[in-house]
């Protein structure tokens, strides 16, 4: 992923040497006309840098003020739910699936997001994760390749396959996913998802489950 804007970057991490450099001398009385003296302060002034980066990357990418200019893309950390519509068509009945409940849960850090994503009857695990920004062009997606584990009492129409999704990233702050998918067994679908909290659920939530429904498993 393109993880910052380098222009902005470099001018950004310019304007704190430079800040760093000005105040330190300051402090220790040096003569920054000696370039000498200038030279020597270059330790600690890189030392102010590497800590500037590191709380960064831990955890000021986060900060909205930081969005969209030097960090191109948003933070999705958290639990999002919403409905799956399926393609995927019963060989018993000839009939389509409802909509199916679901939760998508995603772990985000500056360098990397995994996204699971949850039915009654199954759980799919993202590999080859992607943030598509385009601002000239209007394009904000998520993109990523899964593997669906489908539970083992439904392998007899549902069984482990891969498929890949582009979710379209909506609102600013994000509000929806709305995405689409499909996969190595021919079926496609829809996704329409809306934030639902913080935490990272790692089951289906009980009140998405109270009516659980056939074919779950199918995307």
């Given at each position: 992923?393109k993880?910052f804007n380098?222009?902005?970057l470099?001018?950004l991490?310019?304007g704190?040497?430079?800040?760093a450099?000005f105040c330190?001398?300051v402090?220790s009385?040096?003569d920054l ?7 020597k302060?270059?330790?600690?002034v ?7 980066i590191?709380?960064f990357?831990?955890?000021a990418w ?6 969209g200019?030097?960090?191109p893309?948003?933070?999705l950390?958290?639990t999002?739910q919403g409905?799956?519509i399926?393609?995927?068509?019963n060989p018993?009945n000839?009939e ?5 409940p ?6 985000q850090?500056f360098t990397?997001?995994s996204?699971?994503m949850r039915?009654?009857e199954?759980?799919s695990?993202?590999f ?6 385009e601002g000239?062009?209007q394009i ?6 899964y593997?669906s584990k489908?539970?083992?009492s439904?392998?007899d129409?549902?069984p482990?396959?891969?498929?890949t ?18 996969t190595?067994r021919k079926t496609?679908?829809e ?12 089951e289906?939530p009980?009140?998405l ?5 056939k074919?779950?498993a199918?995307?």
């Amino acid at each position: 992923m393109k993880n910052f804007n380098i222009k902005y970057l470099v001018y950004l991490l310019l304007g704190i040497s430079g800040v760093a450099w000005f105040c330190i001398g300051v402090y220790s009385g040096v003569d920054l006309s000696k370039f000498i003296d200038f030279i020597k302060l270059l330790p600690k002034v890189a030392m102010i840098d590497l800590f500037f980066i590191g709380n960064f990357v831990k955890w000021a990418w986060k900060w909205k003020i930081l969005q969209g200019w030097l960090v191109p893309f948003p933070n999705l950390e958290g639990t999002w739910q919403g409905t799956i519509i399926s393609s995927w068509v019963n060989p018993k009945n000839s009939e389509k699936v409802p909509p199916i409940p679901c939760i998508l849960s995603i772990k985000q850090s500056f360098t990397k997001i995994s996204c699971v994503m949850r039915t009654a009857e199954m759980v799919s695990y993202s590999f080859g994760e992607e943030f598509k920004i385009e601002g000239d062009n209007q394009i904000r997606q998520l993109c990523y390749s899964y593997t669906s584990k489908p539970l083992p009492s439904v392998n007899d129409r549902s069984p482990i396959h891969d498929g890949t999704i582009v979710f379209s990233i909506i609102g600013k702050p994000v509000k929806k996913l709305s995405g689409n998918y499909w996969t190595a067994r021919k079926t496609t679908g829809e996704i329409d998802l809306t934030y639902r909290c913080k935490e990272i659920l790692d089951e289906m939530p009980e009140d998405l489950t109270k009516h659980p429904m056939k074919g779950a498993a199918n995307n």
